[in-house]
């Protein structure tokens, strides 16, 4: 997970300098491990860009289990 830090610390910051984005907030947690890696992942968002997650994430295991549908 270091290795993942060190590389989001790098790119979160480009991506603000190069105008790609205004704010952006990462977390991503090994399931097994708990490990965790995160960039301004304390921040607060607006929840309306998080209420299409659950939906992709539903959407991609409807496509672990029936790839065919998808």
Known sequence: ???LQSKLET???LYIKSGKADKIGV???DMKTTRYAG???GD???MASLL???LLVAGYKLAEV???RS
């Open 1 to 3: 997970m270091s290795v």
């Open 11 to 13: 790119i979160v910051p």
């Open 27 to 29: 977390f991503v947690r």
């Open 39 to 41: 960039v301004n992942d």
């Open 44 to 46: 607060t968002f607006i």
């Open 52 to 54: 299409k997650v659950p």
């Open 66 to 68: 029936e790839p065919k």
